[in-house]
């Protein structure tokens, strides 16, 4: 299948600061998604976006499929944006994820 | 309200015994699909289904069964084979294989 990395791994902030996160895979997809994993486990949809830029409040996102990555952008971070943040993409019907970035906004 | 649905949201198991995921959506999506997530992992693949009475194993379904009789319901059955089935799992569904995906609560399941 195709493998996917998230970097960084591990991220911490303070609030109101800025971050992005990447995403890199190793073939050409049709279906690439960002979610954010709650405290709770509940995966929220961020963006559906297998190539180019999206905007959703303080989160955009920008893919370059021909260069085979894409890239979240979290902006005046918030303690409510904690949580792990999956990308997955899929070149067929079923997701391949990455491990995740496990990002953590301290007031 | 429309949505996906997973019951219940703990459940144990005893050594040697089958269990049975409950996974339910109204969104009228013809595609659904079983995850199963490892503390600090991402998400694999047990089984997807694109249509009624037809489903596809995915990259981790030795010991897990499925069905999908109906549209809105894709069970998914934890056999005694299955030698680690402490996992957090997930049910999603999506309108065709190729669109947006959107998960259920899920359901952690712990072996007593």
């Known amino acids: 299948g195709i493998q996917v990395e998230q970097s960084p791994p591990d991220l911490i902030l303070q609030e109101g600061a800025n971050s992005t996160l990447r995403c890199n895979f190793s073939d050409s997809v049709n279906n690439l998604q960002w979610f954010h994993q709650n405290p709770w486990g509940q995966l929220i949809n961020l963006f559906y976006i297998p190539s180019g830029t999206k905007q959703n409040g303080r989160l955009s996102a920008t893919t370059v499929a021909t260069e085979r990555y894409s890239l979240l952008y979290i902006s005046s971070s918030q303690t409510t944006d904690s949580g792990v943040y999956f990308c997955?993409?899929?070149?067929?019907?079923?997701?391949?994820f990455g491990k995740g970035t496990s990002l953590l906004v301290t007031p | 309200d429309g949505g996906i649905t997973q019951s219940p949201k703990y459940l144990f198991r005893k050594e040697g015994q089958n269990v049975t995921l409950s996974c339910e959506q109204n969104l009228n999506h013809d595609a659904m699909y079983w995850y199963r997530q490892d503390p600090g992992q991402g998400l694999r693949l047990i089984y997807y289904?694109?249509?009624?009475?037809?489903?596809q194993k995915g990259d981790i379904a030795e010991g897990y069964s499925v069905s999908r009789e109906k549209k809105e319901s894709f069970p998914l059955t934890v056999t005694s084979a299955q030698k680690n089935p402490t996992a957090f799992y997930l049910c999603?569904?999506?309108?065709?294989?190729?669109?947006?995906?959107?998960f259920g609560p899920g359901t952690r399941l712990l072996v007593l």
């Open positions: 997955a993409v899929s070149s067929g019907y079923a997701l391949n």
């Open positions: 999603a569904s999506s309108i065709s294989g190729l669109e947006t995906q959107y």
């Open positions: 289904s694109q249509i009624v009475n037809d489903f």
